[in-house]
């Protein structure tokens, strides 16, 4: 069993029943979620990622596979940004901490 996540570009119902349509018919597909909102469908099901992203490019909407990074954890997003700007501080530091030197020199 895996699920496969693709940003697909919808605009209105219609879009949403092509999406439908496709994966409907398609074989191993257990069950599937459409978000037009978040332009959003998840799929589940004995499924392979590229088979799937085929069968919904076959719609002629805009396809992508969803941005693992920002689904998964937006903590860890977040943890680094803060560790970036200690960093940025202490290299303020540094700086600061060197050009007194450089002026005795």
């Known amino acids: 069993m895996q699920t496969v996540v693709l940003k697909v570009g919808m605009s209105c119902q ?3 029943g092509a999406v439908n349509r496709v994966l409907g018919k ?3 597909v257990e069950s599937f979620d ?11 099901g004995n499924v392979e990622p590229e088979a799937v ?3 919904v490019s076959k719609t002629g909407k805009k396809t992508s596979y969803w941005p693992v990074e920002a689904e998964a ?4 997003v977040a943890k680094p940004k803060a560790e970036v700007e200690t960093k940025t501080e202490v290299k303020v ?9 450089l002026a005795e020199a």
């Open 14 to 16: 219609g879009c949403v």
């Open 26 to 28: 398609m074989e191993g």
């Open 34 to 44: 459409i978000d037009i909102k978040e332009q959003k469908v998840t799929v589940k």
């Open 53 to 55: 992203f085929q069968t």
């Open 73 to 76: 954890e937006p903590k860890s």
């Open 93 to 101: 530091d540094a700086k600061a901490d060197a050009e007194p030197k």
